[in-house]
């Protein structure tokens, strides 16, 4: 069984907001969480917490709102957030009981638990404990087992690559096999087919969907379409880094703009800082970033923050991509007034070996906190303890 590296990207008729948003969690009760992640064929994710809990409060300062979280999270479950100790919550508590916070809990559509972990988790890590999660519910096997047995059933077929596609398996050579023994490629159904096989922009499936788009769009909406047009690019664009390949980065780019032109411009920049990072080319990271910066970005704070953000985290020890991370920075905080803004600030001086100032930094954003502070002068006491 191949890797599940495209998982985060792959899970059809879901919209993938252009601009980037972290988990979006159901406000609704138990039950119609149940039946929602029925409907949409979905594992229900729960951040099981309390509210005096202070590693739950880093999760939904950090890690929650991190656009890679909601992209993936977003995509693949229906995210709910239980408050443990809340007598309203006490039927749930008392048929998943948990004895640490916080309890990250994967049920079914059936309230089965498919997966428990325990404590605070990172962006990455829990990514990837979501992965594992949804490879526990695969069915992809029991179609394997079909499809080596002979069945060619369509509707079997399109359930198949659906089931491939959930967990980051290539679905290319069942797609193209069957589209190969198709006469009419515009039957309702085939154009769903190739809208859930389009999973890669370097394929003959992707340019079948482009072909039809308009076609797709009637039947499975704007939205769905977009979705995936840009999920295949930007898995042509991971093939790339994979390879390191600019032809595919190029490829990736030039597709997007024919089928998305509207979304091509970031997507463009996007994918060169994605791929310089993974190429360790802080040159050109730093040239691409100055020109994002300047065409899409400008003096918004909050993208500035995420900007310097990606950085600091791509080229920690590079003094220019320092020294220029530290300009935006100190536009970011200055022009946002944010006490998150200020610890990204001082954490720059402190890569730049500041110390001094970044401690002063760090008391301007304890300065800016106020009555809600979700943690936020935890954080910034504990980076000030730091420094020494």
Known sequence: MKNIVLTAFTLVFSAIIASAQGIEFFHGPWAEALEKAKAEDKIIFVDAYASWCGPCKRMSSQTFPDPKSGEFYNANFVCLKMDMEKPENAEFAGKYPVGSYPTLMFIDAEGKIVLKDVGFREVDPFIEIGKKALGKVTKSVDYE???ADGN???KFLYNYIHALNRTGQSSLKVTNEYLNTQTDLTSEF??????EGAVEADSRVFDLLVKYQDKIVALAGKDAVASRIETACKNTVKKAIQFKSEALLTEAKDKMKVATPSRAKSFNFESDLSYYTATLDAKNYLKTAKAYQKSEIQNNS????????????AFPDDPKVLEQAGKWAEKAAETGGLPEYYLTWAEVLKKQGNKEKARAIAQ???????SKD???RTRIEYFINSLG
């Open 374 to 376: 979700n943690g936020m």
């Open 190 to 195: 085939n154009l769903r087919f190739i809208l």
């Open 364 to 370: 301007k954003g304890i300065d800016a906190i106020g």
């Open 302 to 313: 909050a993208k500035l923050e995420d900007l310097v953000i990606s950085l600091i985290r």
């Open 152 to 154: 060619r059933d369509p």
């Open 145 to 147: 087992k079909g499809y």
